[in-house]
């Protein structure tokens, strides 16, 4: 089946654009801070997949001095509005060596992999990251749980698309965004963990933790699965040591 990145065109940009942390969004960033603290040493950080520039401002926060690619223009268009001193490149897919071989401490990935298809295409785009990274350099990817698609959630429905509980590595799932005010499905590229696995040893890099952060009570939000279901898989990837 085609998939087209949902994210190039300049409405659905705008309307991410609005997004901070809302929600189960909160919980794909609230542990990111201890974790990056605990794995990365130094401050220069790829942010892959950028979009309108959430994660890179996020870093940004934290001292790192960061560059955001991404493939789509009208993402990076409102990341540089929000951000005017920012550093924010369009990239081709899985060329990314001007930037600078084994420079980076750490290459961050944030929902970027839920929207890229095929094996042969992530790995070479994985490959491509590795080489930017230093040998003692980390990479930070996070993306949906497998499980995302067939519950429900404070920023997510996915009722109406019965055929993601049928779904394999490298099918189309979809869900709506409740945090938005644009309704249209989002898709997705399915991939389970065990695949994630096989993919990073693929790309020469092997998996430091996995982290798979849970809801709590004392939090302002109206979880639903999210207290005993992980909507977000965080793992945490250093080069393998050949
Ligand atoms: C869901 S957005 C996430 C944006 C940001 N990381 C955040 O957390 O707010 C995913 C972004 O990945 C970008 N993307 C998709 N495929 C890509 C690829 N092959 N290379 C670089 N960026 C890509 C999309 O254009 C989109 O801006």
Redesign the pocket.
């Known amino acids: 089946m085609e998939f087209t990145?949902?994210?190039?065109n300049q409405f659905r940009?705008e309307s991410?654009s609005m997004?901070e942390f809302p929600n189960t969004?909160y919980l794909?960033?609230r542990d990111l801070p201890e974790i990056i603290s605990k794995h990365v040493k130094g401050k220069k950080a790829i942010?892959?997949?950028?979009?309108?520039?959430?994660?890179?401002r996020?870093l940004k926060q934290f001292g790192f001095e960061v560059i955001g690619?991404?493939?789509?223009q009208d993402?990076?268009d409102i990341a540089k509005k929000l951000d005017i001193n920012g550093d924010y490149q369009l990239?081709i897919?899985?060329k990314y060596s001007h930037l600078g071989v084994e420079q980076f401490d750490l290459i961050?990935?944030?929902?970027?992999?839920?929207?890229?298809p095929g094996w042969e295409?992530r790995t070479q785009?994985l490959v491509s990251l590795h080489d930017l990274m230093k040998p003692t350099g980390r990479m930070i990817c996070?993306d949906s749980t497998p499980e995302l698609y067939t519950n429900e959630w404070a920023s997510f429905t996915t009722k109406d698309f019965p055929e993601n509980w049928h779904a394999k590595t490298e099918d189309l799932v979809r869900d709506i965004m409740l945090d938005v005010e644009d309704r249209r499905p989002?898709e997705d590229i399915f991939w389970t963990e065990s695949d994630y696995h096989k993919l990073f040893d693929l790309a020469g890099l092997e998996i430091e933790e996995t982290y798979k952060p849970l809801g709590r009570d004392n939090e302002p939000y109206t979880w639903i699965s999210e207290k005993e279901i992980a909507p977000w898989i965080i793992f945490v990837i250093k080069k393998k040591n050949i």
């Not at 942010?47 to 994660?55: A, E, L, Q, Y």
């Not at 961050?108 to 890229?116: E, G, L, P, R, W």
């Open positions: 990145n949902s994210w190039g940009a991410y997004l969004y794909a960033y942010d892959f997949g950028c979009g309108t520039g959430r994660s890179t996020f690619i991404d493939i789509a993402m990076l990239v897919n899985g961050q990935s944030i929902f970027t992999f839920d929207n890229i295409n785009i996070l989002v």
